[in-house]
């Protein structure tokens, strides 16, 4: 029986990777789950799956998380230390599916007890790529992909020589505004851009899929995780959703990865990988489907692809604040005060500032030092919103 856990439980990968699990309990053992303040679903999660352990990441939930679980023999908890307690708990498979940056020490964590990390937390590869893999290798652990591109990208790669890549494409939606007149962006509301026209996600990755600040972190995760050069990845966008990504070779050839807009199909991949199970994802008609489109991204609509490319570039701790500031502009945009096309601004800012300073540079990536540029890095973009509010 595999023992796993899953950190971010109550988001939607959690959700999806709960579901799986479910279907088939005489496999799975869940050692523990995490999640934030929708304790209500996290205890509900831990009695369907009779969780050992119940973690909330806000320790003014724990009563209300204990009297849910009350008279379960669940085991409850709460707080920063409490999670990374949980991560450190022996596991066979740990799900990473907590948002943003605080999804990195945990994810660390896991791979120190040499558990195979399912990473759905892109921001983990992005912020400390070199760190997390330096990590997985020491530990005799393994990091699975499981972004929906990536997924396809390893997919694709089975049984090749990597030497053999020309380059790879990840495909993008394009989001809420793909077809959004340019000058309108400036008036786009957190709604309308909460509203993604193909997925069924959560509000901050659904915007950042309409800024498309969500497909930047993927390209550099692409770089970080199978070390292709940035020259290599291509980005297009892709309405239907059904291609995820495409592998090119030397000879010309293009390997696909076709299906669903479903996570569950990806999350599986990584629960029974190197095994490919039956998944209860749809079936593609593809006479019904009729065509596939694809067009080249406007870097005028999304910079967000630009600033991606400069960060590669950069190097060292450049990922790592680009991510914060990125997420500083996304929490000053649902806040209304900055609009849709000011969160590029932010984080082009924030980057150029900690250039300028010499805090993007290191010989060797630490916890520490990476945890330290997300600080700068978050009170830097505060302030360029700040400006940018009151300059509005």
């Known amino acids: 029986m595999k023992r796993v856990s899953i950190l971010g439980a109550t988001g939607s990968i959690g959700e999806n990777t709960v579901d799986l699990i479910a279907r088939a309990p005489e496999e799975h053992k869940v050692v523990a789950l995490t999640g ?25 939930l724990k009563q209300q998380l204990a009297d849910r679980l009350s008279g379960t023999g669940i085991e409850v908890a709460a707080g920063s230390e409490a999670l990374l307690d949980a991560a450190a708990r022996p596991a066979d498979w740990v799900m990473s599916a907590i948002v943003g940056a605080a999804g990195l020490p945990p994810g660390l964590v896991a791979l120190k007890q040499g558990a195979t990390l399912a990473l759905a937390n892109k921001e ?20 699975l992909p499981v972004d929906s591109e990536h997924s396809a990208v390893a997919q694709a790669l089975v049984g090749e020589d990597i030497s053999a890549v020309e380059r790879v494409i990840i495909t993008a939606s394009g989001g809420a505004f793909r077809d959004w007149p340019l000058e309108r962006l400036a008036e786009a509301t957190p709604e309308q851009a909460s509203k993604h026209p193909n997925w069924d996600m959560g509000q901050r990755i659904t915007v950042d899929s309409a800024s498309m600040f969500n497909k930047a972190l993927e390209v550099i995760e692409t770089h970080e995780y199978f070390g292709f050069s940035p020259s290599q990845i291509e980005v297009i966008v ?26 569950r199909h990806a999350i599986g991949y990584a629960l029974y990988y190197p095994e490919r199970r039956a998944l209860p994802v749809e079936r593609l008609d593809l006479v019904k489907i009729g065509q596939l489109d694809f067009r080249a991204p406007c870097e005028r609509r999304w910079p967000a692809l630009r600033l991606a490319r400069e960060v590669m570039a950069m190097g060292g701790l450049a990922g790592a604040a680009f991510n914060a500031a990125k997420e500083q502009a996304l929490d000053a945009f649902l806040a209304r005060q900055i609009r849709f ?34 600080h700068l890095a978050r009170k830097r973009a505060v302030e360029a919103a700040s400006l940018i509010a009151t300059d509005a």
């Open 124 to 143: 983990s590869l992005v912020c400390a790529g070199a760190l997390l893999k330096e990590t997985a290798a020491a530990h005799g652990a393994t990091l």
């Open 238 to 263: 892709h309405p239907q959703s059904l291609i995820h990504a495409l592998v090119g070779f030397h000879d010309g050839a293009l390997m696909a990865h076709v299906g669903p807009p479903d996570m």
């Open 36 to 60: 934030g303040r929708n304790v209500v679903r996290l205890a509900e999660q831990a009695i369907a799956l009779n969780a050992e352990l119940a973690v909330t990441c806000y320790p003014e």
């Open 341 to 374: 096309t000011d969160m590029a601004t932010v984080v082009e800012e924030t980057l150029e500032a900690l250039e300028r300073d010499g805090a993007l540079k290191c010989d060797r990536m630490r916890l520490d030092d990476v945890m330290e540029t997300d």
